[in-house]
């Protein structure tokens, strides 16, 4: 079992930047594949981003390739979600998610935090 806790969402300007973090605990994070999804008032989920239990490879949604990236220190147990460039159309409460691979499905992942507000305002 691990448990997800998403942090650092918040109000920014367009054009700002912000940076989220997800800290795991109850099972080592090295473990899993994480991944970054979103989701806004009525729009159906999306993905973000995700990267490799190791690090060594990413994916990032097309949406947001060149403004976002993800990273993560299994030493401390945390995945980060660093975002510049933000527009309003990135309002949306983010949430991070542990599976065994990395994908843009949502069906691949098994844990899920509560997710972080973030609101873009122009």
């Known amino acids: 079992q691990v448990q997800l806790v998403e942090s650092g969402g918040g109000l920014v300007q367009t054009g700002g930047s912000l940076t989220l973090s997800c800290a795991a605990s109850g099972r080592a994070l090295y473990n899993y594949a994480m991944a970054w999804f979103r989701q806004a008032p009525g729009k159906e989920r999306e993905f973000v981003a995700a990267i490799t239990w190791h690090g060594g490879s990413t994916s990032v949604a097309g949406s947001v390739k060149g403004r976002f990236t993800t990273s993560r220190d299994n030493a401390k147990n945390t995945v980060y979600l660093q975002m510049n460039s933000l527009k309003s159309e990135d309002t949306a409460n983010y949430y991070c998610?542990?599976?065994?691979?990395?994908?843009?499905?949502?069906?691949?992942?098994?844990?899920w935090g509560q997710g972080t507000q973030v609101t873009v305002s122009s």
């Open positions: 998610a542990a599976g065994w691979t990395i994908s843009p499905n949502d069906n691949q992942y098994t844990y």
